[in-house]
């Protein structure tokens, strides 16, 4: 049952990347006047930002489909995640208090105010890093409940 749930996590975290890349990639193409404003971290243009997280998102969520490696799928998951809430609490810790513009201008064709975009972005943060780590968690526990094999593949056999 649990690795159905991991199965689900990690497809569902694939679908989830797959649309905040989708809506960063579309949103660094236009010609929105805040795409030129610096970001307050990376110092570069939200539209240079958009371009790099945007693909880096598709590269993860490319890896939560076609990967058969849950491990390595839940690791990136982790990784970006924990990325993500690093820059949030570094906005902080520079007094950037305005909504992340995560999905770029995607949320004005959608007509989701910036805040409302900014609070859907914090829980769905919340589900890819608190699920990453209880993948994470499960998958080395059952590695350290799986009696290791012998070099030939056999059992070890107990000689108690």
């Known amino acids: 049952m649990q690795s159905k749930l991991v199965r689900i996590f990690i497809f569902s975290s694939g679908l989830i990347l ?3 890349a989708i ?8 010609g929105a006047r805040v795409l030129q404003i ?3 971290i990376l110092t570069l243009s939200f539209q240079h930002v958009f371009w790099i997280i945007g693909t880096l998102e598709l590269v993860v969520a490319t890896a939560c489909f076609f990967s058969k490696r849950l491990g390595l799928q839940a ?10 809430l690093i820059y949030r609490l570094g906005l902080l810790w520079v007094g950037y208090h305005k909504p992340c513009p995560c999905l770029g201008n995607f949320t004005d064709a959608l007509h989701i105010s910036p ?6 972005m914090k829980i769905i943060l919340g589900y890819l890093l608190v699920s ?5 968690f499960w998958l080395w526990r059952q590695k350290q ?4 094999a012998t070099p030939s593949g056999e059992m070890p056999v107990s000689t108690t």
């Open 145 to 148: 409940q799986t009696p290791p």
């Open 132 to 136: 990453s780590y209880a993948t994470l």
């Open 115 to 120: 805040q409302t975009a900014d609070t859907a």
């Open 23 to 30: 809506a960063k990639l579309v949103s660094a193409n236009g």
């Open 75 to 84: 690791g990136l998951v982790a990784w970006l995640a924990t990325s993500f």
């Open 18 to 20: 797959s649309i905040t």
């Open 38 to 40: 610096h970001d307050p």
